[in-house]
């Protein structure tokens, strides 16, 4: 389905999925109503698609895609320009097809903070290129929280912090040290840092979103 699908202005919803029916060689035209009903526009009933919101638009552009039941679906920015209700209405649609049809959903979008409530699997894309391929999971681990201290001493630091071991932590810029594990220890942390001289200016717990992630990947800044 492409960003803005267009049909014939002055026929309704069911009107335009039966010319396609045609155009496409669809014998069964039941899939219609049920086409419609699955994007929840089975009430339009002779409402032309010229008065039609642009939520209506692109959900009957679900319709249309999803009209001869196929395995795999191409979708290129599904929810852009929609209100949060349309967002959901869509969203709530995909994840049917996903989950109940076993429809696999392949969708390019740059909303990526929508993406991360539905997709199983990314791939990044940067100037035509595949930066890499991940699992929603492994994704999340990337993105999850993480204590963040800032100290005096970087190398007696993190040698404290291996005694207490501590393995999953990565050393930053500006004397920061980055932990995704043992948060809920951040109170022994700071004071055996203390206790083995080692003085903590900051402690604060950091995590970013699949944007900020990505900014990341290409080298980019999540404040541009």
Request: with cysteine; charged share 25%.
């Amino acid at each position: 389905m492409i960003e803005a699908p267009q049909f014939f202005p002055y026929l309704s919803a069911a009107e335009n999925l039966y010319y396609y029916c045609i155009q496409r060689g669809i014998p069964d035209k039941a899939c219609i109503p049920e086409a419609l009903k699955q994007v929840e526009l089975d009430y339009t009933g002779n409402k032309k698609f010229r008065q039609f919101s642009l939520g209506m638009k692109q959900r009957l552009g679900l319709a249309l895609a999803v009209l001869a039941k196929p395995d795999f679906l191409i979708l290129d920015e599904p929810i852009n320009g929609l209100d949060p209700e349309g967002i959901a209405k869509v969203r709530k649609l995909l994840l049917f097809l996903s989950r109940e049809k076993q429809t696999t959903i392949l969708i390019s979008s740059h909303i990526l903070s929508e993406l991360s409530q539905i997709a199983t699997w990314y791939g990044f894309l940067h100037n035509g290129k595949l930066l890499k391929e991940e699992s929603a999971e492994q994704v999340w681990q990337n993105c999850q929280n993480r204590l963040v201290l800032k100290v005096d001493d970087v190398p007696r630091a993190a040698a404290v912090l291996e005694q207490l071991g501590c393995r999953d932590f990565e050393v930053g810029e500006n004397n920061t040290i980055e932990l995704t594990e043992q948060q809920d220890n951040a109170s022994t942390i700071n004071q055996t840092l203390l206790k083995n001289g080692v003085l903590v200016k900051e402690m604060h717990s950091a995590g970013k979103d699949v944007e900020t992630y990505f900014l990341e990947l290409i080298g980019g800044s999540a404040d541009v």
